[in-house]
């Protein structure tokens, strides 16, 4: 089966600073595109980023660009987003997801992970 | 960016009732859409890829059409698990963007 599983939430300053890590398990990891998405309290989901199969590109939403940083480590079968700069309006629940079709990532996200919240006080 | 518009935000319907959602690009992106459902504290599940593929294992009251700018979701008998928030997301260009949601409630 496969599996995502976030870890690194919690309480932060604003303008500190958090490692979030997406664990995979069940799936060949450095085959996929992955993505972070984060959806604030009672909001809609927004895409954050995302990195290719090889972790050679990577892509950023403006409102994070240059503040987070999207990585992994295909032999440890994880994802990660470091994140700087925290704001109040980062505050939301951070999903891991895995997109559906092997190498590109022209495809949908087809297996998320539980998610991680992330709370930035200010 | 492109940016994605979903109708309506809320649609009240009852057990049994044919509901359609329509999701909007503001440019072309071919067939690069799907479909999640999102129920309260979960993670978003994909019910629809390509616009009109169907994800194994999803029933098959689920459907999905559209290509170019528009795009609907038609659930064709919706039951008590069907309640849910409906999000599409294109994935045309290299930002994926989602609609804002529809909430499908119980009337």
């Known amino acids: 089966e496969v599996q995502l599983l976030e870890s690194g939430g919690g309480l932060v300053q604003s303008g500190g600073s958090l490692r979030l890590s997406c664990a995979a398990s069940?799936?060949?990891?450095?085959?996929?595109?992955m993505s972070w998405v984060r959806q604030a309290p009672g909001k809609g989901l927004f895409w954050v980023s995302t990195?290719?199969?090889?972790?050679?590109?990577?892509y950023y939403a403006d409102s994070v660009k240059g503040r987070f940083t999207i990585s992994r480590d295909n032999s440890k079968n994880t994802l990660y987003l470091q994140m700087k700069s925290l704001r109040a309006d980062d505050t939301a629940v951070y999903y891991c997801?895995?997109?559906?079709?092997?190498?590109?990532?022209?495809?949908?996200?087809?297996?998320w992970g539980q998610g991680t919240m992330v709370t930035v006080s200010s | 960016d492109i940016q994605m518009t979903q109708s309506p935000s809320t649609l009240s319907a009852s057990v049994g009732d044919r509901v359609t959602i329509t999701c909007r690009a503001s440019?072309?992106?071919?067939?690069?859409l799907a479909w999640y459902q999102q129920k309260p504290g979960k993670a978003p599940k994909l019910l629809i890829y390509?616009?009109?593929s169907l994800k194994s294992g999803v029933p098959s009251k689920f459907s999905g059409s559209g290509s170019g700018t528009e795009f609907t979701l038609t659930i064709s008998s919706l039951q008590p698990d069907d309640f849910a928030t409906y999000y599409c997301?294109?994935?045309?260009?290299?930002?994926?963007?989602f609609g804002q949601g529809t909430k499908v409630e119980i009337k």
């Open positions: 990195i290719i199969a090889s972790g050679g590109s990577t």
């Open positions: 997801a895995k997109h559906d079709v092997v190498i590109t990532t022209v495809a949908a996200f087809d297996i």
């Open positions: 069940g799936l060949t990891f450095s085959s996929y595109a």
């Open positions: 440019q072309s992106i071919s067939s690069w």
């Open positions: 997301q294109q994935y045309n260009s290299y930002s994926w963007t």
């Open positions: 390509k616009a009109s």
